[in-house]
């Protein structure tokens, strides 16, 4: 019988592993009988249940616990946050060049702020289009930049985008669902107005996230599903409570976690050390800027990232080429070719995210078989990309 191919999971940015204490909360609740909209005693549980992890979500964001709004994840906290709070096409918007499709989608209209080869957001560049908007007396309504990139792990400078963004009246949004549980979020503190989250980024269950609202006088969300009283009448339709209950605790536990940002750093830093000396004329992107301690995206010259990713694979190696949310399309990074990344060279780019179970074994067994891989592309790797 063959051997059985060991298991290693590197694609944390993807979605984390459920941490067993949330499998534990969302067993317990799946076993409970209870809309949390109704009003007799089982009714009246499930809501507790809403209301408590309402709460820790808060305490992630930094926030109050009335101003979060449930959502099924991310991409919706997105949506609603700007396509039904600002679905005016004639709205001046600005988002940074590297949001998340769900952003760029959200407002298509929108002004994209450019990026330097650092993939941070241009602020000179926002100060001059926020100015010129006040010249042509249109009124800035929204800039939305993200906390940190999903693809590259770069930290973006949120505090001074804020207070360029509201010097000139415009609010700001964020989508922080890469940054969330891996660095910590005050949302007073960055000037964030608007902050989406994601359950599945943190150890939580896919399938739920969160839009939060700063205290900002006047702000005010607008429902994106319609329908029903829920989520105070800002998000229609009964609420999946175990999912919830699951994100609830997945947040709680990532905020207790925060002293392990320091591990997996060092487990990035040599894993980074480690390929440069495998392939040194591999270039890993964001290497001087900030970024989260568990993010690497580097290239292996010559090679597709879908030869890499595939070969991983075969070993047991779990990885992803960019975004996983392409459906499964491996082509030339958006985020990379906006950074200025020739063409070639971010074909064949990879990250490798880490998270909460990930030991030095895991990093050992990527790195034995990327050089393996290294070694079988000799040719290619030292050609030019």
Not at 74 to 93: S, V
Not at 98 to 103: A, G
Not at 122 to 145: F, N, T, Y
Request: glycine share 10%; charged share 20%.
């Amino acid at each position: 019988m063959a051997a059985k191919t060991r298991s290693t999971y590197l694609d944390y940015n993807a979605g984390a592993p459920l941490r067993p204490e949330v499998f534990a909360i969302m067993a317990e609740t799946l076993e409970c009988t209870g809309n949390a909209s109704s009003v007799h005693a089982f009714g009246r549980a499930a809501h507790r249940r809403v209301e408590d992890a309402r709460a820790q979500v808060a305490a992630l964001a930094g926030a109050n616990f009335s101003r979060v709004v449930f959502t099924s994840g991310g991409t919706e906290a997105n949506n609603q946050a700007l396509r039904r709070m600002f679905k005016d096409q004639d709205t001046a918007i600005l988002v940074s060049a590297v949001e998340h499709d769900s952003v760029i989608a959200a407002v298509p209209w929108a002004e994209h702020l450019p990026v330097g080869r650092d993939g941070i957001v241009d602020l000179g560049r926002l100060h001059h289009r926020l100015a010129k908007m006040r010249e042509d007396s249109k009124a800035p309504i929204l800039v939305s930049v993200m906390l940190a990139n999903n693809e590259t792990g770069i930290i973006s400078p949120l505090r001074e985008v804020a207070e360029t963004a509201h010097a000139f009246g415009a609010l700001v949004h964020c989508d922080a669902v890469q940054a969330a549980g891996k660095i910590p979020i005050n949302m007073d503190a960055l000037g964030i107005n608007l902050l989406s989250l994601s359950s599945h980024k943190l150890g939580g269950p896919q399938g739920a996230g969160a839009l939060v609202l700063s205290e900002t006088p006047g702000l005010q969300a607008s429902a994106l599903i319609r329908g029903g009283g829920q989520e105070r009448g800002l998000r229609a339709g009964t609420e999946n409570v175990a999912a919830i209950a699951g994100f609830g605790l997945a947040a709680e536990l990532a905020r207790d976690g925060f002293d392990d940002a320091g591990r997996q750093v060092s487990l990035r830093d040599g894993l980074e050390t480690s390929i440069r000396e495998l392939a040194p004329r591999t270039e890993i992107f964001g290497y001087a800027a900030p970024r989260l301690p568990n993010t690497s995206c580097f290239t292996m010259p010559g090679v597709l990232a879908e030869t890499q990713v595939v070969a991983l694979d075969l070993e047991g190696v779990a990885v992803s080429a960019g975004a996983a949310c392409s459906s499964g399309k491996v082509a030339p990074s958006r985020v990379l070719r906006t950074m200025g990344v020739d063409e070639d060279l971010a074909r064949c780019a990879i990250r490798v995210s880490l998270g909460w179970s990930t030991e030095k074994t895991d990093v050992d067994h990527f790195l034995q078989t990327w050089g393996s891989l290294c070694s079988r592309k000799g040719t290619l790797a030292t050609e030019a990309a």
